[in-house]
Structure formats: structure tokens, C-alpha cells
């Protein structure tokens, strides 16, 4: 069964700019959600989807803004990008709410 | 707002050698997990605790929840270049997040 795989890998990005990020989930698994990672601060987390609607929100501006698609693949759009969205992005899936998360190997974004 | 705090947030050590990594928080969990990350990829999922005292192996490393659920302990015997990683812990809450620590950074030099 292949893993959660996420587009692109690296980014690199200019101020004001916006970006969109793709996470096609595991087969099956209908749920999906987003983190940021940045050092020292841990997991971020920005939002779940499952079913096509966004089930759970994390303390993110609105410049940050997602959507899931009928076959469960996932994008999040970063909209004005600032120095400070430069991180890790990763997406999650699960079967179900509750179950085990399974991690993609992330985005690298870098906002210059 | 509910935090966990890991320590250290950065160990380098022998194989070989022994180590514990801490999780800790003011608030109660209805479970915590442990994760290992590795450079270029996401977490993986070690292992989940749920109960008050719970002690789970796993190999070489050993999980604790503590009596209170407020805290946890990944201990590793004889550590191996392998086990260098970033470990992180995540405590469920009353309102199903996952609630994350910032990790710790391992280092096993051969």
C-alpha cells in the first residue's frame, strides 16, 4: 500500500507570494490533516478535513486555507506569504478520526 | 493553553550508551504518543500509552505514562547510531487534539 505522498517536496517563495501544497492521502483513509513544523516549536496544527469538510481548526490566520477533494487528496493554499510561514509542512491521513496518523515527508517551504 | 515540554531538547551521546527523554505537562491526557522523525521524512508512530503507569517496550525502548497522565519517559538501552532521530510526543486532550511537544533531538555516534 503506498504512503502519504506530498507535492512538492521543496519550495522556495518570495513575500507576498501565495503557495498551494497536494497530499494524496493513503488508500482508504478518508481523513487528512496539516501541520507546520518549524524548529523548536514542534508540530502546528492548521487543519483536518474528512469527507470533503473541514472537521477541525487549528489558531492559524485566514491567510492559510485548505480543501479536500471527493478522492481525499488534500491541498492547503497560503495566500501573502511572510518570513515567518518558512517551515515544514506536513499532511497526515487516517482511516478514521481517532486512529493512528500516518505522516507524508512534508513540503519545505522557504519564504525569502 | 496546554503545553508539552520536552527535555532535553538536545542530546548527543556514544553507542552504547544509556538515555531517558522527557514529556511533560500540567495537563492530563487521555493518551500519549511517541514519535520518531527522521531528517527528510514525517513521524512515525512508535507507540501510543493510555493508562495511568502504563509501561510499554518496544526492544530496546521502554515508555511510561505516568500515574497522572500528565507526563511521559522514553528510556533507551544501549543506544545505537540508528536511533538517532528527532523524538517527539503528542498528548490527546479532552477535545481529541493532538497536542505536541517540540521534540528532542538525538544524536548516537558510533
Known amino acids: 500500500k503506498a504512503g502519504v505522498t506530498q507535492t512538492p517536496r521543496y519550495l522556495i517563495k518570495t513575500r507576498g507570494q501565495q503557495v498551494t501544497l497536494s497530499c494524496s492521502p493513503i488508500?482508504?483513509?478518508?481523513?487528512v490533516s496539516w501541520y507546520q513544523q518549524t524548529p523548536g516549536q514542534g508540530l502546528q496544527f492548521l487543519f483536518e478535513?474528512?469527507?470533503?469538510?473541514?472537521?477541525n481548526k487549528g489558531n492559524f490566520p485566514g491567510r492559510f486555507s485548505g480543501r479536500q477533494f471527493s478522492n481525499s487528496r488534500s491541498e492547503m493554499n497560503v495566500s501573502t506569504l511572510e518570513l515567518g510561514d518558512s517551515a515544514l509542512y506536513l499532511c497526515?491521513?487516517?482511516?478514521?478520526?481517532?486512529?493512528?496518523?500516518?505522516f507524508g515527508p512534508g513540503t519545505r517551504l522557504l519564504v525569502l | 493553553t496546554q503545553l508539552l515540554e520536552q527535555s532535553p531538547q538536545f542530546l548527543s551521546i556514544q553507542e552504547g550508551e544509556n538515555l531517558t527523554v522527557y514529556c511533560n505537562s500540567s495537563?492530563?491526557?487521555?493518551?500519549l504518543q511517541w514519535y520518531r522523525q527522521e531528517p527528510g521524512e514525517g513521524p512515525v508512530l512508535l507507540v501510543t500509552v493510555v493508562t495511568g503507569g502504563e509501561v510499554k517496550k518496544l526492544k530496546r525502548l521502554t515508555f511510561q505514562f505516568g500515574d497522572a497522565r500528565k507526563d511521559s519517559s522514553l528510556h533507551i538501552t544501549a543506544a545505537q547510531p540508528g536511533d538517532t532521530g528527532l523524538y517527539l510526543c503528542?498528548?490527546?486532550?479532552?477535545?481529541?487534539?493532538?497536542?505536541w511537544g517540540a521534540g528532542t533531538k538525538l544524536i548516537i555516534k558510533p
Open positions: 495537563s492530563v491526557f487521555s493518551s
Open positions: 497526515a491521513s487516517e482511516r478514521d478520526s481517532q486512529e493512528t496518523q500516518y
Open positions: 478535513y474528512f469527507s470533503e469538510t473541514q472537521r
Open positions: 503528542a498528548g490527546m486532550d479532552s477535545n481529541y487534539q493532538l497536542i
Open positions: 488508500s482508504g483513509h478518508r481523513s
